[in-house]
């Protein structure tokens, strides 16, 4: 095979792992020309909006890359890292939106008492009835 024919064989997720890992460049522009659909496509599935989606790609992108070039992160499949990466920073786009409410602010009743849906705040949530009606 000349070097024209195999110029034009575009290289595999490992070598351009490897190419960004020694500092080359145009690695991942290529890396992201082969899996962005996939990342955005996922993202879209779990954070609603394109805008979000298009965010939480980015953002996995990016923590991905910058893993790579400190020499960590995947050598050889980097569409499943990235995907795990898609869906951690999903979660923590959404855990932004939700504030937690502290332990000592909840006001959950005694389990020894019986639950009462119409006197209960959170308490009213399945999750919580359940976890309540439970034996100590």
């Given at each position: 095979?000349?070097?024209s024919?195999?110029?034009?064989?575009?290289?595999?997720?490992?070598?351009?792992?490897?190419?960004?890992r020694?500092?080359g460049?145009?690695?991942?522009a290529l890396?992201?020309?082969?899996?962005?659909a996939?990342?955005r496509?996922?993202?879209g599935q779990?954070v609603?909006?394109q805008?979000a989606?298009d965010?939480v790609?980015a953002?996995?992108?990016a923590q991905?890359?910058?893993a790579?070039?400190?020499g960590?992160?995947?050598?050889?499949?980097?569409?499943?890292?990235?995907l795990?990466?898609?869906r951690?920073a999903?979660?923590?786009?959404?855990?932004s939106?939700?504030a937690?409410?502290p332990?000592?602010?909840?006001q959950i009743s005694?389990?020894?008492?019986?639950?009462?849906p119409?006197a209960?705040g959170?308490?009213?949530e399945?999750?919580v009835?359940?976890?309540l009606?439970?034996p100590?």
């Open positions: 095979m000349d070097e024919s195999s110029a034009s064989v575009p290289a595999s997720d490992a070598e351009l792992l490897n190419t960004i020694s500092g460049t145009g690695a991942p890396l992201r020309g082969r899996h962005a996939a990342a496509g996922l993202a779990l609603s909006g805008a989606a965010d790609a953002s996995a992108f991905v890359l910058d790579v070039r400190r960590g992160g995947p050598t050889d499949a980097f569409r499943p890292y990235l795990t990466a898609v951690r999903a979660r923590d786009s959404r855990g939106d939700h937690e409410i332990a000592d602010e909840q005694d389990p020894g008492q019986p639950f009462d119409a209960a959170r308490e009213a399945p999750l009835a359940a976890f009606s439970l100590e």
